[in-house]
Structure formats: structure tokens, C-alpha cells
Nanobody
Framework: QVQLVESGGGLVQPGGSLRLSCETS????????MGWYRQAPGKERELVAS???????NYADYALGRFTLSRDNPNNFLYLQMNNLKPEDTAVYYC?????????WGQGTQVTVSS
């Protein structure tokens, strides 16, 4: 059973930064796509950023210029560096990974941006 374990969430003031981590229980090379989604209260889950095994990440418009996604395939980690955080970034952030046949989700980590 593949597990994705997120960490790094928390409470931060507007303008602050957080770095989310996602550790996989199997080789990250095996995933076609890895990324982060988020879900705010009362809203649908939405894509934050995703990245194939190679190549450049794709970002939601609101994440461009503020968030950076990176994959550390040899060490089985996915990271999301979030800078200049805003109150509207408050949500549960989920790590996501998929192959051609399976989709996996982490349990989520809460990010709260508030003064």
C-alpha cells in the first residue's frame, strides 16, 4: 500500500512562508505525476501545482510567483515552498501522486494564514 505523508503545515502571518513536505513510501520515480492540491472550508479541492517525472512544474494562477514545487525523486520527497502567503491560502493541503493505473492521496496538512 502506497502512503503519502505530508508535513510542514501550521499557522503563519500574512506575508510569511511555509515549506510543505510529502514523503512517499515507494520510489518517487514510479509516479507519473506528483503535486499538491488544497481544499478550503466550503470549497472544492483544487490543484495548486503538479509536476511530471521530468520537466517544469505547472501552477495554478494564484500560485505563480509565490509557490515553488520541487520533486526529490532519489529521496522520495515532494516539496511545496510557499512565500508571501495570504489569508485566502488558508486550506488543507494534500499531496497527490498518480501512475497510469492508480491515484494516491495523503491525509492532508492544515495551513492557516492569519494575523
Amino acid at each position: 500500500q502506497v502512503q503519502l505523508v505530508e508535513s510542514g503545515g501550521g499557522l503563519v502571518q500574512p506575508g510569511g512562508s511555509l515549506r510543505l513536505s510529502c514523503e512517499t513510501s515507494r520510489s518517487a520515480f514510479g509516479f507519473d505525476i506528483m503535486g499538491w492540491y488544497r481544499q478550503a472550508p466550503g470549497k472544492e479541492r483544487e490543484l495548486v501545482a503538479s509536476k511530471g517525472r521530468y520537466g517544469s512544474p505547472n501552477y495554478a494562477d494564484y500560485a505563480l510567483g509565490r509557490f515553488t514545487l520541487s520533486r526529490d525523486n532519489p529521496n522520495n520527497f515532494l516539496y511545496l515552498q510557499m512565500n508571501n502567503l495570504k489569508p485566502e491560502d488558508t486550506a488543507v493541503y494534500y499531496c497527490h501522486a498518480r501512475t497510469s493505473q492508480e491515484v494516491y492521496w495523503g491525509q492532508g496538512t492544515q495551513v492557516t494564514v492569519s494575523s
